[in-house]
C-alpha cells in the first residue's frame, strides 16, 4: 500500500444495551440514513424474541446467533497458471464479525414475515439454534473451504 493505513473510526454504543456490536449491526441494517428507523426495527425485534424464547434474554440470543453463523475460513479466487483456484484463506477478526452481521441481515430481508422486526427475530431465532439460511450459509462456506483444502498451498 502506497497511502498510510486508513483511521478506525470510533463507534459509539447503542443508547439501550450500551454495546458497540449492537451499533455497528443497526448501521448495517440502516438504509438511506434513516437510523432511528433501524434502532427501531432492532429493539422491536428484540422484544419478539424475548417473547418467543423465555430461557434468554433477547440480546443474549442475538449475540449467540451472530457467533453460530460466523465463518472460520472463506474461500479466495486466485489466478495461477492460466487456471482460477478456490484457495481457502483463515477470515481476519473484523470482516468475521462483518461478514455474520451482513449475512443475519440480508437472509432476513428475504424471509416471508410481514414486517422487518419480525422477519430479523425469526432469523435470530432461527441462527441461535444452529437452523436458517444465514447458519447454512455459514455452513456452505466451510464445506466450500474443506472441499477446496488441496490448493491451500497456493494461499498468498
Given at each position: 500500500m502506497r497511502r498510510r493505513k486508513a483511521k478506525k473510526i470510533a463507534i459509539l454504543p447503542d443508547p439501550i444495551f450500551k454495546d458497540v456490536q449492537v451499533t455497528k449491526f443497526v448501521n448495517n441494517m440502516m438504509l438511506d440514513g434513516?437510523?432511528?428507523l433501524a434502532f427501531k426495527i432492532f429493539y422491536d425485534a428484540m422484544e419478539m424474541v424475548d417473547a418467543k424464547l423465555e430461557d434468554a434474554t433477547g440480546l443474549e440470543t442475538w449475540k449467540k446467533a451472530l457467533e453460530n453463523i460466523t465463518p472460520v475460513v472463506e474461500v479466495r479466487s486466485r489466478r495461477v497458471g492460466g487456471?482460477?483456484?478456490q484457495?481457502?484463506?483463515p477470515v481476519r477478526e473484523g470482516r468475521k464479525e462483518s461478514l455474520a452481521?451482513?449475512?443475519l441481515i440480508g437472509y432476513s430481508r428475504k424471509r416471508n414475515e410481514k414486517t422487518m422486526a419480525q422477519?430479523?427475530?425469526?432469523e435470530v431465532i432461527a441462527a441461535s439454534k444452529e437452523e436458517g439460511a444465514a447458519y447454512k450459509k455459514?455452513?456452505?462456506t466451510l464445506r466450500m473451504a474443506e472441499a477446496n483444502k488441496a490448493f491451500s498451498h497456493f494461499r498468498f
Open positions: 434513516k437510523k432511528n487456471a482460477t483456484f484457495i481457502p484463506t452481521m451482513k449475512w422477519k430479523l427475530a425469526a455459514k455452513e456452505d
